[in-house]
Nanobody
Framework: QARLVESGGGSVQPGGSLRLSCAASGSIFSGYAMGWYRQAPGKSREWVADIGSGGDINHADSVKGRFTISRDNNKNMVYLQMNSLKPEDSGVYYC?????????????WGQGTQVVVSS
């Protein structure tokens, strides 16, 4: 059964760093673009970054230069290194797997991990 499990969230002061991890299982890694989204209280979910099954990477302008997405295809893991964190980066961060090849299907979400950036 397809499953995504996030970890690594927590509380950090502005300017600090966190590394989020997402473990994929149930054959939803190869053939899938992996991404991170976030949702702040009272706001809609927004795209943060993604990395395609072929390795192409994109980051939202709001995090470019501070966040870095990466994936380990041997471990079925995707990571989000977050540096120079700001209070506006706070929210629940969700891992996403989206089929991006002809042999994969579906769109999957994890349960989310909370990030709080506050002094």
């Amino acid at each position: 059964q397809a499953r995504l499990v996030e970890s690594g969230g927590g509380s950090v002061q502005p300017g600090g760093s966190l590394r989020l991890s997402c473990a994929a299982s149930g054959s939803i890694f190869s053939g899938y673009a992996m991404g991170w989204y976030r949702q702040a209280p009272g706001k809609s979910r927004e795209w943060v970054a993604d990395i395609g099954s072929g390795g192409d990477i994109n980051h939202a302008d709001s995090v470019k230069g501070r966040f870095t997405i990466s994936r380990d295809n041997n471990k079925n893991m995707v990571y989000l290194q977050m540096n120079s964190l700001k209070p506006e980066d706070s929210g629940v961060y969700y891992c996403n797997a989206r089929a991006d090849t002809s042999y994969s299907t579906g769109n999957f979400w994890g349960q989310g991990t909370q990030v709080v950036v506050s002094s």
